[in-house]
């Protein structure tokens, strides 16, 4: 049965950093994209990054783009996403999802079939 858990969150200042993790099971990572989303209360659910499972392409929203960092470990069936330069307007539950394909072809959730529970990540001082 697939299963992903994140872990890695909490609480930090601004400027701070975060690395969060992926842990993927049940199925070959490598044959498919692991996208990381957040959400915040009252919002929807936002693209943040993705990485693909083929050749490691990735994929980036503006916001975090230069500060965050998705990576993954295939052996270890793990997806990481350092976040850097963190600021107050990255505090969020952070979700990993796996896509239905190996290509990241889009932030849109309705493209990932599986979820893990969320992990949370708050910036402030």
């Known amino acids: 049965q697939v299963q992903l858990v994140e872990s890695g969150g909490g609480l930090v200042q601004p400027g701070g950093s975060l690395r969060l993790s992926c842990a993927a099971s049940g199925f070959t990572l490598d044959y498919y994209a692991i996208g990381w989303f957040r959400q915040v209360p009252g919002k929807e659910r936002e693209g943040v990054s993705c990485v693909s499972g083929s050749d490691g392409s990735t994929y980036y929203a503006d916001s975090v783009k230069g500060r965050f960092t998705i990576s993954r470990d295939n052996a270890k069936n793990t997806v990481y996403l350092q976040m850097n330069s963190l600021k107050p307007e990255d505090t969020a539950v952070y979700y990993c999802?796996?896509?239905?394909?190996?290509?990241?072809?889009?932030?849109?959730?309705?493209?990932?079939?599986?979820w893990g529970q969320g992990t949370q990540v708050t910036v402030s001082s």
């Open positions: 999802a796996k896509e239905t394909s190996v290509w990241c072809r889009s932030t849109n959730p309705r493209n990932f079939g599986s």
